[in-house]
T-cell receptor, first 115, second 110 residues
């Protein structure tokens, strides 16, 4: 089984709908992240969480919210989806290391289309 | 100016060729550097960390030049399976998350 899973893998929705993307991990990592990827723009950080009580905004958090339900679960919500939120969304986890290398492990991604 | 900049490519090279990518970063206080590989429509995966003294992993060599603020990735004896997008990633001092470049696409041709 995959260490980092995302559901759904694909979603098509309409403008104004509320959408939740879910991420689960079995790696036992405290740190979890949500990114979106758009062509030519690379990965951009939406939110991150270093433990259950620690939630932080990334560079593009407007229009998104998150919930860290447990160490293993980190959900991303779009309260009212708009077409420019059409993108590939990745969840990632990591564990801190003494040398600060902090490798990130990504889920398979969720392709979201907002019509 | 982007914090991490890469040439988007594509780099089209024949099998067996040697190819090199560069990446520049803007924050001189950056501490950690990585190359990730991303196959089409797949998730990124760590290829290798980049250490100050340079490091090699099989056909892949990564180097860091702090004075000029760039890192490089050299791939020798390219294989068809090396075709992917290579992401330059930087951990900036004072930031709690990584910064990703937009990637360089490599296409190895038979």
């Amino acid at each position: 089984d995959a260490d980092v899973t995302q559901t759904p893998r694909n979603r098509i929705t309409k403008t104004g709908k509320r959408i939740m993307l879910e991420c689960s991990q079995t790696k036992g990592h405290d740190r979890m992240y949500w990114y979106r990827q758009d062509p030519g723009l690379g990965l951009r950080l939406i939110y991150y969480s270093f433990d259950v009580k620690d939630i932080n905004k990334g560079e593009i958090s407007d229009g998104y919210s998150v919930s860290r339900q447990a160490q293993a679960k980190f959900s991303l919500s779009l309260e009212s989806a708009i077409p420019n939120q059409t993108a590939l969304y990745f969840c990632a986890t990591s564990a801190p290391r003494e040398d600060s290398t902090d490798t990130q492990y990504f889920g398979p991604g969720t392709r979201l289309t907002v019509l | 100016r982007k914090e991490v900049e890469q040439d988007p490519g594509p780099f089209n090279v024949p099998e067996g060729a040697t190819v090199a990518f560069n990446c520049t970063y803007s924050n001189s206080a950056s501490q950690s550097f990585f190359w990730y590989r991303q196959d089409c429509r797949k998730e990124p995966k760590l290829l290798m960390s980049v250490y100050s003294s340079g490091n090699e992993d099989g056909r892949f060599t990564a180097q860091l030049n702090r004075a000029s603020q760039y890192i490089s990735l050299l791939i020798r004896d390219s294989k068809l399976s090396d075709s992917a997008t290579y992401l330059c990633v930087v951990n900036e001092k004072g930031r709690r998350a990584l910064t990703f470049g937009s990637g360089t696409r490599l296409q190895v041709q038979p």
